[in-house]
């Protein structure tokens, strides 16, 4: 079984400020990596995903997360969020082959101008 | 890709009612997903699907809940003698298995009220 803890709850920050949330998992086999976001009222979009091969993975909308093998982490960060980027954010880990989503409790962004 | 559709959005029901909710699936695809989430948590895995069997239930699928997908496309969610406890989002989700890389394409939700 994976499980997956996201340790900040609440992160707010300033629009063109950076920020970074963080995700730890827990898996027994090797995992695939994903990060959603959530707009209110709205179901979850895929932000970007960590299957194989690079440890870095990019969004087309500028954010990015690595994957640590040896920290069982997979952090996103955005060097400059927009008041756009308030959502709530929710790693999700995978593994074996019914590729079922275990969800963290996710994090609220909030950017304030 | 018209994306995953759930109907209705909003459901309000008086508890000891059954509801039904719907999902449709992006068309090729042959997973088929049930999540529930209430506020402040993240999705929870309740069910999923491969084309039409049912592959795997979570322990919070208690008896009254029962999904299925009979003819292998849209899928049905039906809870029975609804409780106060039910009140949450039901999120759908599919995918293409046999694609390493196709993640889950979640629907807007079908929110449940029990009043």
């Known amino acids: 079984a994976q499980s997956v803890t996201q340790l900040d709850s609440q992160v707010p920050v300033f629009e063109e400020a950076p920020v970074e949330l963080r995700c730890n998992y827990s898996?027994?086999?090797?995992?695939?990596l994903f990060w959603y976001v959530q707009y209110p009222n709205q179901g979850l979009q895929l932000l970007l995903k960590y299957l194989s091969g690079s440890t870095l993975v990019e969004s087309i909308n500028g954010f990015e997360a690595e994957f640590n093998k040896s920290q069982t982490s997979f952090h996103l960060r955005k060097p400059s969020v927009h008041i756009s980027d308030t959502a709530e954010y929710f790693c999700?880990?995978?593994?074996?082959?019914?590729?079922?989503?275990?969800f963290g409790a996710g994090t609220t962004v909030t950017v304030r101008a | 890709d018209t994306g995953v559709s759930q109907n209705p959005r909003h459901k309000i029901t008086k508890r000891g009612q059954n509801v039904t909710f719907r999902c449709d699936p992006i068309?090729?695809?042959?997973?088929l997903y049930w999540y529930r989430q209430t506020l402040g948590q993240g999705p929870e895995f309740l069910t999923y699907f491969q084309n039409e069997a049912q592959l795997e239930k979570s322990r919070l699928l208690s008896d009254r809940f029962s999904a299925e997908r009979p003819k292998g496309s849209f899928s049905t969610l039906e809870i029975q003698r609804t409780e106060q406890g039910d009140s949450a989002m039901y999120l759908c989700?599919?995918?293409?298995?046999?694609?390493?890389?196709?993640?889950?394409?979640f629907g807007n939700g079908t929110r449940l009220t029990v009043t």
């Open positions: 989700a599919s995918s293409l298995f046999g694609q390493e890389d196709s993640p889950l394409h």
């Open positions: 999700a880990v995978s593994g074996g082959n019914d590729y079922k989503l275990s």
């Open positions: 068309s090729e695809h042959n997973r």
């Open positions: 898996s027994s086999v090797s995992v695939y």
